[in-house]
């Protein structure tokens, strides 16, 4: 069964103070694995799709790096408008189902 | 463009009951897939569809069902609604990439 894992739960963060979300998954076959940001109440906003290990994707502050059975979300000099939870989700080859990891809470204080 | 939509907002029923839930793909996108949100944890999938057809389902009871529309347009109805159906419903559209696109949501509270 395919298993995704994210860490920490919750991050809290001053405005300007780098970190780095984690997701391990197992998976028999990835087709892709997905970072999606998600602020409370509405649906989830694509962010990044990684295909193979050794990838990498950015956008704006943020930076997805893909392993073989980890991912990595960097957030270099947040914003209080990073507020959100962070999902990473994967899909497996000849599946068409996404699995969603619980998520990491992020709080940027101003 | 738009993007998916869904409707209702929001959605107050009582145990027993049943409701629909609806949903407008990006346009040109044929396939929707539903996901069910518990406060607190990730998305859970419920039904893939893709021109008319269901091509995946979850681990749901069968209270739990789906159809898509000729404009690709999909309804979930969910039957005999219990207290735990109460979440966010999420619909999702996606084209010939493997990126799914997802809606606002619609929030049922089943009292």
């Known amino acids: 069964e395919d298993q995704v894992t994210q860490s920490p739960e919750a991050l809290r963060l001053q405005e300007g103070e780098s970190s780095s979300l984690n997701c391990s998954y197992t998976v028999s076959g990835l087709r892709g694995l997905f970072w999606y940001r998600q602020d409370p109440g509405k649906g989830p906003e694509f962010l990044f799709t990684?295909?193979?290990a050794g990838e990498e994707k950015e956008k704006e502050r943020l930076k997805a790096t893909l392993t073989k059975k980890e991912s990595f979300l960097h957030i270099t000099a947040p914003k209080p408008e990073d507020s959100a939870t962070y999902l990473c989700v994967l899909r497996r080859s000849n599946d068409y189902k996404l699995s969603f990891g619980a998520g990491t809470t992020v709080t940027v204080r101003a | 463009d738009a993007g998916v939509t869904q409707s209702p907002t929001h959605l107050i029923k009582t145990r027993g009951q049943h409701v629909t839930l609806r949903c407008s793909p990006i346009s040109g996108h044929k396939s929707v897939s539903w996901y069910q949100q518990v406060l607190g944890q990730g998305p859970q999938f419920i039904f893939q569809y893709y021109e008319k057809e269901e091509r995946g389902r979850g681990n749901f009871p069968d209270r739990f069902s789906a159809r898509q529309f000729p404009n690709y347009s999909s309804e979930l109805n969910v039957n005999a609604l219990l207290l735990g159906d109460s979440a966010l419903y999420l619909c999702?559209?996606?084209?010939?990439?493997?990126?799914?696109?997802f809606g606002p949501g619609t929030r049922l509270t089943v009292l």
């Open positions: 999702a559209s996606s084209g010939t990439s493997n990126e799914q696109f």
């Open positions: 990684l295909y193979s």
